[in-house]
């Protein structure tokens, strides 16, 4: 089309020229036109990047060995390697030691006849291993409200908070977990629906589901001191913390790394296990260096690696639910709780009438 539209403007331009000028000018144009046109060739239509021995998937002890297909007969020169636009690497081999999960970007900086060429490709990062597999013993069951429908339990020393869901229902309150006594309560406005929380320099924050909107409250008194939105994750789930990083889950198989200073998405990671992706990650808990993420609808918590997003371990926590009041509004497992014993986590679940301290085995 843009060849059509040049080629009809300068046909108008030419009209008052006699004809023989007019015919030489029109064909030089021509070529200098189509000339210049092929300056901007596509680099993908003279390269490709190929991979020794490709697979559908890789891990992080893959070493990738490359080379550039020159498509076209052009002499490349140098060539340089980069993966997500991590530091350039020369030579034909790549070593994926330190690449997260999920679909990443191969990038080939490329210099043939003289000029300089980038190229790209993907490529998919399954975890190295197989998930550790555990299972649970029940050490104390606590009462717990069954009108709660959890979404966010974290700890601050031996008083354990915890953020409800559903509109016209969320809160978020402090409890004593031992009692079932909820100490004070703040309700979210009725078009609010309550999900994760975690705790950070004396700060509370609190996402909504679809809304769009976080709070942040004074740890001591609950007072609401300010709001923050998400920016490019789906939705608001699970949140938890590193002491410095928060973490949030959107609902999907990524865990976005937020700046605990203004909040905003700075990345994110994608959960996978050697097999396949992990999507529905709910409320999060950080334990001892890792992620343990509830899968919504899923007995189950995963134990993420926070800088790969590989799933390490897989804690089965089936038939916890079935020690809990069987009643018409009983849900899912929701709600993980860490308070510094060793392989020991507080657990309960969506309107379940118990709170669960469980020993976390190894199988």
């Known amino acids: 089309f843009k060849h059509q539209l040049l080629l009809v403007i300068l046909r108008k331009n030419l009209e008052p020229m ?7 000018t029109f064909t030089f144009l021509v070529v200098l036109f189509m000339a210049c046109d092929n300056s901007t060739e596509n680099a ?6 190929e991979i020794k021995d490709e697979k559908t998937t890789f891990t992080q002890k893959d070493v990738l060995s490359l080379s550039i297909s020159s498509k076209k007969g052009k002499t490349v020169e140098k060539v340089a390697y980069s993966l997500d636009n991590a530091e350039k690497s020369s030579g034909n081999s790549l070593s994926l030691a330190n690449a997260k999960m999920g679909t990443r970007t191969l990038k080939a900086y490329i210099t043939a006849d003289s000029k300089n060429y980038e190229i790209s490709k993907t490529i998919k990062l399954v975890a190295s291993e197989t998930p550790k597999l555990y ?12 009108k709660a429908y959890t979404q966010g339990l974290e700890f601050e020393n031996d008083t354990l908070y915890e953020s409800t869901g559903q509109r016209g229902r969320s809160s978020l309150r402090k409890t004593d977990y031992k009692t079932g006594n909820v100490l004070q309560k703040v309700d979210l406005e009725n078009q609010y629906f309550g999900e994760g ?4 320099n004396n700060k509370i924050y609190q996402l909504t589901w679809q809304e769009n909107t976080g709070f942040i409250y004074n740890l001591n008194t609950l007072e609401k001191t300010g709001t923050f939105v998400y920016d490019r994750s789906k939705e608001g789930w699970g949140l938890c913390n590193n002491g410095t990083t928060i973490f949030k889950s959107d609902g999907t198989e990524k865990i976005w790394t937020l700046n605990s200073n203004t909040l905003a998405e700075e990345d994110y990671i994608e959960i996978y296990t050697h097999k396949s992706v992990i999507d529905n990650v709910n409320e999060l808990e950080w334990v001892e260096g890792k992620i343990y993420a509830n899968v919504y609808q899923k007995d189950a918590v995963a134990i993420v690696n926070p800088q790969s997003g590989a799933v390490e371990g ?8 079935d020690e809990v009041t069987q009643h018409t509004t009983l849900d899912v497992l929701n709600g993980i709780a860490y308070k510094g014993e060793p392989n020991i986590l507080y657990v309960t679940g969506k309107n379940w009438d118990k709170l669960f301290k469980i020993e976390i085995i190894e199988k």
């Open 18 to 24: 006699k004809p023989t000028l007019k015919f030489l």
């Open 135 to 146: 299972t649970y013993k029940i050490l104390e069951a606590y009462p717990h409200d069954m």
């Open 44 to 49: 993908n239509d003279l390269f490709s990047i």
């Open 197 to 200: 929380i975690t705790i950070l």
């Open 314 to 321: 897989v804690i089965n926590l089936k038939g916890l639910q």
